[in-house]
């Protein structure tokens, strides 16, 4: 399967424990495009989306249209997890170039990735 870093898809989430999103939702795929094709990689991490406006650099803000969401959404940044690929049910299709750099500083600031860090 190969998916590009920022293609919004459709996952069946469940089964979840505690806080964890659950259910079938939109999800972003942020994993590297190259890994994601590789069959000896089963997983693919994940992003999940919700309707439900957050605050701060966890939850950039997602517009409707060609990412294929029909209402504002927020992506869930810090339920970032990875998934099997049998998971994925359908293809929506990308966010915006912006909206995926707010999704890459959320997952530096998550991670612990950003410069300066160390």
Same mark, same amino acid.
């Given at each position: 399967?190969?998916?590009?870093?920022?293609?919004?898809?459709?996952?069946? +989430?469940?089964?979840?424990? @505690?806080?964890?999103?659950? %259910?079938?939702?939109?999800?972003?795929?942020?994993?590297?495009?190259?890994?994601?094709?590789?069959?000896?990689?089963?997983?693919?991490?994940?992003?999940?989306?919700?309707?439900?406006? &957050?605050? @701060?650099?966890? =939850?950039?803000?997602?517009?409707? %249209?060609?990412? &294929?969401?029909?209402?504002?959404? =927020?992506?869930?940044?810090?339920?970032?997890?990875?998934?099997?690929?049998?998971?994925?049910?359908?293809?929506?299709?990308?966010?915006?170039?912006?909206?995926?750099?707010?999704?890459?500083? %959320?997952?530096? +600031?998550?991670? &612990?990735? %950003?410069? @300066?860090? &160390?």
């Amino acid at each position: 399967m190969n998916l590009d870093r920022g293609t919004v898809v459709l996952v069946g +989430l469940d089964p979840t424990v @505690g806080h964890e999103q659950r %259910g079938q939702r939109p999800c972003i795929a942020v994993s590297d495009p190259a890994v994601n094709a590789d069959q000896r990689f089963p997983l693919i991490a994940i992003v999940p989306v919700t309707g439900t406006p &957050g605050e @701060g650099s966890l =939850y950039p803000e997602l517009s409707p %249209g060609k990412s &294929g969401l029909t209402k504002a959404s =927020y992506a869930l940044v810090d339920h970032l997890r990875s998934i099997d690929k049998r998971r994925i049910r359908r293809v929506f299709g990308r966010v915006t170039k912006d909206e995926l750099a707010a999704i890459d500083q %959320g997952l530096e +600031l998550f991670l &612990g990735l %950003g410069s @300066g860090k &160390g």
